[in-house]
């Protein structure tokens, strides 16, 4: 997030799905630093959760992320890794994300970086292996990895909750010309992420790879955004 005096927020959202802590902090110059954000909110390890090192290198990798924000003066809120569901959390996951996690806890208790807890929404209280609650994850069926849009919601009000206070509670609908500091007001202030794709685009193949095309968000693109 970059706010720029007065009631402009831009946003650039700059994630790519499927990729791993490493090649996050690969692509830090161009999905952080050339912004020069004031803010970054990320959720980094979710894709190192079957690694067999302990998660040793994710770790490392995001460590070395959140020192690269310090270095800029970025704020860095990071959220916790979440689990999978039923019989997908395997020891070995379960093994990780109770790493990962406890690492992030640390970085934020040390004044490193700030923390939301994505995971407490997530973990079913009751499951002797921490998976997922069951109808949080909309490919249960299959990896059970990736929040529904239910809780996508539930993970967007523990980061309000967390953070309440910190911010300026604006209207981010522009009224007028003014308001919208002269942004389209049809693009909501988004700025495009080339490296996600939608219905319809081209996908990309990471970090290392090619771009994906045509992909949109507006207003009313919603829940066909992928």
Same mark, same amino acid.
């Given at each position: 997030?970059?706010?720029?005096?007065?009631?402009?927020?831009?946003?650039?959202?700059?994630?790519?799905?499927?990729?791993?802590?490493?090649?996050?902090?690969?692509?830090?110059?161009?999905?952080?630093?050339?912004?020069?954000?004031?803010?970054?909110?990320?959720?980094?390890?979710?894709?190192?959760?079957?690694?067999?090192?302990?998660?040793?290198?994710?770790?490392?990798?995001?460590?070395?992320?959140?020192?690269?924000?310090?270095?800029?003066?970025?704020?860095?809120?990071?959220?916790?890794?979440?689990?999978?569901?039923?019989?997908?959390?395997?020891?070995?996951?379960?093994?990780?994300?109770?790493?990962?996690?406890?690492?992030?806890?640390?970085?934020?208790?040390?004044?490193?970086?700030?923390?939301?807890?994505?995971?407490?929404?997530?973990?079913?209280? #009751?499951? +002797?292996?921490? $998976? @997922?609650? %069951? /109808?949080?994850?909309?490919? *249960?069926? !299959?990896?059970?990895?990736?929040?529904?849009?239910?809780?996508?919601?539930?993970?967007?009000?523990?980061?309000?909750?967390?953070?309440?206070?910190?911010?300026?509670?604006?209207?981010?609908?522009?009224?007028?010309?003014?308001?919208?500091?002269?942004?389209?007001?049809?693009?909501?202030?988004?700025?495009?992420?080339?490296?996600? #794709?939608? +219905?319809?685009? $081209? @996908?990309? %193949? /990471?970090?290392?790879?090619? *771009?994906? !095309?045509?992909?949109?968000?507006?207003?009313?693109?919603?829940?066909?955004?992928?």
């Amino acid at each position: 997030l970059n706010y720029i005096k007065g009631n402009l927020r831009l946003v650039n959202m700059g994630g790519v799905g499927g990729q791993t802590a490493q090649q996050i902090l690969a692509r830090f110059d161009s999905t952080v630093a050339q912004f020069a954000p004031n803010e970054v909110w990320a959720i980094i390890g979710q894709n190192n959760l079957t690694d067999s090192d302990g998660a040793a290198a994710a770790i490392a990798a995001i460590q070395q992320y959140v020192q690269r924000c310090i270095g800029l003066g970025i704020t860095l809120r990071l959220g916790t890794v979440t689990p999978r569901h039923g019989a997908n959390q395997t020891a070995t996951i379960q093994a990780n994300v109770i790493s990962i996690n406890e690492a992030i806890r640390e970085m934020a208790a040390a004044g490193l970086c700030k923390v939301f807890d994505s995971h407490a929404v997530m973990v079913d209280p #009751a499951s +002797a292996t921490g $998976a @997922a609650l %069951t /109808g949080s994850t909309y490919d *249960e069926g !299959t990896i059970g990895l990736h929040p529904n849009a239910k809780f996508c919601q539930r993970i967007a009000r523990e980061f309000a909750r967390t953070f309440a206070g910190e911010f300026e509670q604006i209207n981010i609908r522009p009224s007028s010309t003014t308001d919208s500091r002269q942004v389209i007001a049809s693009s909501k202030q988004l700025v495009l992420n080339p490296k996600m #794709a939608g +219905a319809g685009a $081209a @996908a990309g %193949t /990471g970090a290392s790879g090619t *771009e994906p !095309t045509s992909w949109p968000i507006s207003r009313r693109q919603g829940s066909n955004i992928t």
